[in-house]
């Protein structure tokens, strides 16, 4: 990223000392108990300075592959679906990583991007609740924040790194021992949902926790939901005409999954330098219960009691 000036040139060398000095393993960096990328905890570190949150703020937050890319697509339908029709709507012919950017992940290395869209803004987030901006919290932004059952959440990532890597990621026993450990990108897994958790409970008017599993089997319910947290709340006359029905169409998996601006191409994310991130690898399956067919019997046990031990005594159950 460019800064204008000197201070800001410094304050980024200073930065980079800092990464540099952090645990490394296996690629990742141990930033405040949480494994990331080098670069992304480069840039988490600048954004407590560079963002400015405005009141009026939504922010989406996930662990990666636990429903991000269908989160931002029923988020941003709903609060602009007074602004876009159905039949020509943008999510047609873009991808819905490129209409709600991510705040720590930049587009084109420029972390400023987010400060030129107009208000409210929409933008996601891996981040953990503790390495947000202390800002955020202070303008009361609202915050959406989805989960997974942590087995199909790890299939999904172990998928998703894959194809990245062009086949070339650790193989699936090795990625499990590392998940299990904590040590795969914004883990450990558990940490991350659980401080949303005692923050959504602390605060549920600013923070809406939501679990991928629920939302699947119930989607028109959730949309209404979404909107009415988000404070634009389906009207009756739109209920009677089925606009929160057509939501729930557009963002479903099988229209997104099978449009040609989500099959071909690259998206512009920057998280990692010589990294490739096809727009297609976001759209897999979108299953529940699909770890079945890739964990054993064993490995769902040993996870499941992993969860339940650091689960213990929250009231959250995944």
């Known amino acids: 990223m460019a ?21 490394p393993k296996e690629g990742l960096v141990l930033y405040k108990n949480y494994w990331l990328w080098p670069q992304t905890a480069k840039n988490i570190m600048l954004l407590q300075d560079i963002f400015k949150p405005r009141h009026d703020d939504i922010i989406l937050a996930t662990n990666p592959k ?8 029923l988020a941003f339908t709903i609060t602009t679906r007074h602004r876009y029709n159905f039949h020509d709507h943008p999510l047609l012919t873009h991808h819905p990583q490129e209409v709600v950017p991510f705040l720590e992940i930049p587009t084109n290395e420029d972390l400023s991007y987010v400060e030129t869209l107009p208000s409210p803004r929409l933008v996601s987030t891996h981040m953990p609740m503790s390495l947000l901006p202390g800002s955020i919290a202070s303008h009361g ?4 924040y989805i989960c997974r059952e942590p087995k199909d959440a790890f299939v999904s990532l172990w998928h998703f790194l894959k194809r990245i890597h062009g086949g070339h990621a650790p193989d699936l026993d090795s990625m499990f021992n590392r998940f299990c450990e904590g040590s795969l990108p914004s883990g450990p897994f558990w940490n991350h ?19 991928y599993e629920d939302m699947m089997s119930d989607p028109v319910r959730y949309v209404k939901k979404l909107a009415l947290f988000l404070g634009v709340p389906f009207t009756g006359e739109e209920e009677e005409d089925g ?10 998996f099988e229209m997104l999954s099978g ?21 297609s690898a976001f759209f897999r399956r979108g299953k529940v219960g699909d770890w079945v067919n890739y964990m054993s019997e ?17 009231g959250l159950v995944l």
């Not at 040139?9 to 540099?20: F, G, R, T, Y």
């Not at 636990?66 to 697509?73: H, Q, S």
């Not at 339940?308 to 005594?313: D, N, Q, T, Y």
Request: hydrophobic share 35%.
């Open 298 to 314: 064993e490995m769902g046990r040993k996870l499941d009691y992993i969860m339940e031990e650091k689960l213990k005594g929250s």
């Open 193 to 211: 949902c659980l401080e949303y958790w005692k923050e959504s409970i602390a605060s549920p008017d600013r923070i809406l926790f939501l679990k």
């Open 259 to 279: 449009l040609e601006a989500n099959r071909a191409g690259n998206l512009k994310l920057r998280p990692r330098p010589n990294v490739v991130y096809e727009k």
């Open 243 to 252: 606009v929160h029905e057509q939501v729930v169409r557009l963002c479903s």
């Open 3 to 23: 800064h204008p000036n000197n201070e800001g040139s410094s304050a980024e060398s200073h930065i980079d000392d800092l990464v540099s000095k952090l645990p």
């Open 66 to 73: 636990c429903g991000t890319t269908w989160l931002k697509a």
């Open 141 to 144: 932004c609202r915050i959406v």
